[in-house]
């Protein structure tokens, strides 16, 4: 019976940033986490380029490595494409699915993500899927509707804690400075919870890790992390800094 995850999960999502002067910063975070004081489970994910050069630096050391996206397909003739397989070959453990810029920039959609999360699985990866609702739909009253089905979409069988996490990041709080209040983070992650317990049981949903992302901050880390049903971070902007992706990861 899976139970909660008792270790948070504080992931960082580089986005288009960074080159191979970014390896100090690893070594400085490779450094600031082993110096102690961190109870969470760290995990980066810089540009593909930088997959295999940022694993091998954190070599053996607790800290993560994945993607930001994968094919859904193992290989085949999709050029500029890089499927979870050859992620996995570069060092990555993760890769992040569905984020709100792929969906919008590249047009994915549910079932798109839902492919890719399928790829991720084969190729051992845990697939980090991304849902969230827009500005608009907030001020609609739609959010919960829209993750609800976002979610659903996104549902197979296989989901599980040991392959599975959720992130919830409402499009309107990515790089903007704005956060939901706790409350709002907090009905979110319980309907996302509720959603997945339907599809699969609430011993395996309870094991699946459910993070929030859109603007944490070391200042506003330790309430976020603290809301009902969150079990870490997706951090895009604080990931680029070691201090302060380490300072979230100490807010937990
Ligand atoms: C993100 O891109 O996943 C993200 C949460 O970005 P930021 O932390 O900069 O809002």
Same mark, same amino acid.
């Given at each position: 019976?899976?139970?909660?995850?008792?270790?948070?999960?504080?992931?960082?999502?580089?986005?288009?940033?960074?080159?191979?002067?970014?390896?100090?910063?690893?070594?400085?975070?490779?450094?600031?986490?082993?110096?102690?004081?961190?109870?969470?489970?760290?995990?980066?994910?810089?540009?593909?380029?930088?997959?295999?050069?940022?694993?091998?630096?954190?070599?053996?050391?607790?800290?993560?490595?994945?993607?930001?996206?994968?094919?859904?397909?193992?290989?085949?003739?999709?050029?500029?494409?890089?499927?979870?397989?050859?992620?996995?070959?570069?060092?990555?453990?993760?890769?992040?699915?569905?984020?709100?810029?792929?969906?919008?920039?590249?047009? +994915? $959609?549910? *079932?798109? %993500? #839902?492919?890719?999360?399928? &790829?991720?699985?084969?190729? /051992?990866?845990? !697939?980090?899927?991304?849902?969230?609702?827009?500005?608009?739909?907030?001020?609609?009253?739609?959010?919960?509707?829209?993750?609800?089905?976002?979610?659903?979409?996104?549902?197979?069988?296989?989901?599980?804690?040991?392959?599975?996490?959720?992130?919830?990041?409402?499009?309107?709080?990515?790089?903007?400075?704005?956060?939901?209040?706790?409350?709002?983070?907090?009905?979110?992650?319980?309907?996302?919870?509720?959603?997945?317990?339907?599809?699969?049981?609430? +011993? $395996?949903? *309870?094991? %699946? #890790?459910?993070?929030?992302? &859109?603007?944490?901050?070391? /200042?506003?880390? !330790?309430?976020?992390?603290?809301?009902?049903?969150?079990?870490?971070?997706?951090?895009?902007?604080?990931?680029?800094?070691?201090?302060?992706?380490?300072?979230?990861?100490?807010?937990?």
């Amino acid at each position: 019976m899976a139970a909660r995850n008792p270790r948070k999960l504080i992931a960082g999502n580089w986005k288009m940033n960074g080159s191979r002067n970014s390896l100090a910063m690893v070594e400085a975070l490779r450094a600031g986490a082993g110096a102690g004081g961190v109870g969470a489970d760290l995990l980066v994910c810089p540009p593909a380029t930088l997959i295999a050069p940022v694993a091998q630096a954190l070599a053996g050391s607790a800290i993560a490595v994945g993607g930001q996206d994968c094919h859904a397909l193992a290989s085949g003739a999709y050029t500029g494409d890089l499927s979870a397989e050859m992620l996995a070959e570069a060092g990555a453990t993760h890769v992040i699915v569905g984020h709100s810029e792929r969906r919008e920039h590249h047009g +994915e $959609t549910d *079932a798109m %993500v #839902r492919d890719k999360m399928r &790829g991720a699985w084969r190729a /051992g990866l845990v !697939a980090i899927a991304c849902v969230g609702e827009t500005k608009a739909q907030r001020e609609a009253g739609e959010a919960l509707a829209v993750v609800g089905a976002q979610v659903k979409a996104l549902l197979e069988s296989d989901v599980g804690g040991a392959n599975t996490a959720i992130a919830y990041e409402p499009v309107w709080a990515i790089g903007t400075g704005l956060t939901p209040t706790v409350a709002d983070v907090a009905e979110v992650h319980r309907l996302i919870r509720a959603t997945i317990a339907q599809a699969v049981g609430p +011993e $395996t949903a *309870a094991g %699946v #890790r459910l993070l929030y992302g &859109g603007s944490v901050k070391p /200042g506003n880390a !330790a309430e976020l992390m603290a809301a009902d049903d969150v079990d870490g971070a997706l951090v895009g902007g604080a990931s680029l800094v070691a201090d302060d992706f380490l300072a979230i990861a100490r807010a937990c």
